[in-house]
């Protein structure tokens, strides 16, 4: 039975037939009219059709997306992601077949008219395209490599992850020409829903061609990293973001992790305490030395990573296992107690030694908060730091040695690795090429495109950056001879309690010339700016601020010393002159315990 829409189109066309007999001189125009309007009527029921089949292949999508999800009841349900991928590519593949040929051609190409017919031919093109090009490729992989694992006692087949690099690539390199053929749609037609189909299908590639540039480069690096031809030996380091640093938290325990054949194990265990005064040969450059040099990185070791820069921290860590132990490190990693959360929420609860449970709901508050009133001695609160690593490293080793709680445990891991709250770096130049292009390689980017950045490191040795709340808003302005006029209003809000606090977390140790109250605290509060930014004015609660400038990686970095006290909101604002661009600023983003919230508005092109 047609639809409404099929039979009202049917109807108007026998109409016109029946007027047209009547009418023999006009027949040529009619036949024209008739072929037009026939046009119309294929294009309106394929168009229906169409949406249809895309719309069915976006659930199947949608329930893949559900079942990967850690923690999913669904993901352990019958019907695995090929599957999915298979079904939506075929529904895909028949909407590209149904707006294709002469009537949509010619619509398409039909002046003023033409704009939704294009945006719909291209974006059934390019979902048929994203569908057999990267999703399929994707998911074969994905099974391959988990038929290989369990063949492996449960491991993952590094061999087969290597093979599947060529695929992989080709999939990465498929999205983004989907991508930018979909920027290249007509944005604005007249058709509004049209419009917001295909900005949904913009959104949707923005979240797929990273995920698909992460898994080329994990296949590529992945085999060499996890010891497929020779053993490697990483640092892995705990921050604590109570205690804010440049790349996220103090640096706290330590362990050190071996892989062998895509076998992970831990050696050992250690808190700052081992590492506290241990010197790192190793010389970050003249620039380096200008900026931090005060804070002696190299040879404190909880100054370590003032810097935001991930791999200058990562280098002083390997020199400074180096020279306390002898031996080379191919790498390190550092995550927070965030990230082990999010990898807790798919591979369960850790146990420690007195019955209690680490769980993803309570390991920031046990580890930043609750800590420092139950263990008010110091080498009891480091040991307990260490149970708490050791235990949620044995229940993360064992889901990844599980076949049926892996692909929960890598999602989970994906998910931390792209927030930046897993920051990975290796000590092998041709690895860490690739890992530098992506967040988890935690780098300072150099060069002209536009950037912001908000960092602060504690600088009263308090652990109240648990109660820290972030706040940037950027704005571009007009555009002058000089540049665009950009203003950055960072609020910094000190949300720690007024009493029960313990001694350890509000005790000041910078020693202020200053009367304070327990819970003030003191930070270094810094903006990175784009490359060849200017400073114009910059005022703390709308007085006039002096600040220090210096330079990092060609961001020039506008620094103040800023007290923060108990309850209080301080407002830095920033007027800079900018080199003209329109685009948005690429955002360096400080994972603290509180999330940083942005605002950036989209600029405007300036006038030639």
Known sequence: MPRPEQGFALRNAARAGRWCRRRPALAATCAAAGLILAGA??????????????????????????????????????GGPEDAVREAAARAAAAHRLTTGPAWYAAAHTPLLGGPVRTVRGAAEAADRLARDVLSPLADTAGELVAGAGADGGHLDLSALRRAAPALHEASRSASDVRTDVAGLPRSTWLPAVDRARARLAEQLERV?????????AARVMPSMLGEKSPRRYLVVFE?????????????????????????GFERFGNDSELGKVRASVDLGAEYKAMYGRHAPTGVWVN????????????????????????????????DPSALAGLLTAAGPARLPDGSAVTAANVVDLTERTSYAAFPDTAERKAYFLDVARATSQVLLGSADDPARRSALFAAL??????????????????QRELASHPFGGVLPDGPAPFAGLVVNNAAGTKLDYYLDRRMDWKAGRCTAGGREVTVTAALTNGAPGSGLPGYVTQRVDHPPYRTRPGDNRLLVSYYATEGTRLAKATVDGRPAMLNQMVERGHPVYTVDMELPRGATRTLVLKLVERPSDRLPLLLNQQLVQPLKVTARQPRPCED
């Open 41 to 78: 009527v294929w294009i309106v029921v394929t168009g229906v059709l169409a949406r249809h089949e895309l719309l069915a292949a976006q659930r199947n999508l949608e329930s893949l997306r559900h079942r990967a999800a850690p923690g999913s009841p669904a993901g352990r349900a019958a």
């Open 209 to 217: 061609v990273p995920a698909t540039v992460e898994a080329a480069t």
């Open 240 to 264: 604590n973001t109570a205690e804010a640093r440049g790349t996220g938290g103090l640096p706290g325990a330590f362990a050190i992790l071996t892989a062998d054949r895509g076998h992970l």
């Open 304 to 335: 370590s990573n003032v810097s935001p820069h991930f791999p200058h921290a990562a280098r002083i860590w390997s020199a400074m296992w180096r020279e306390h132990s002898g031996q080379e490190l191919d790498g390190a990693f550092a995550l």
């Open 414 to 431: 994906r998910g931390q690795l792209r927030e930046g709250r897993v920051k990975v770096w290796s000590a092998h130049p041709a690895e």
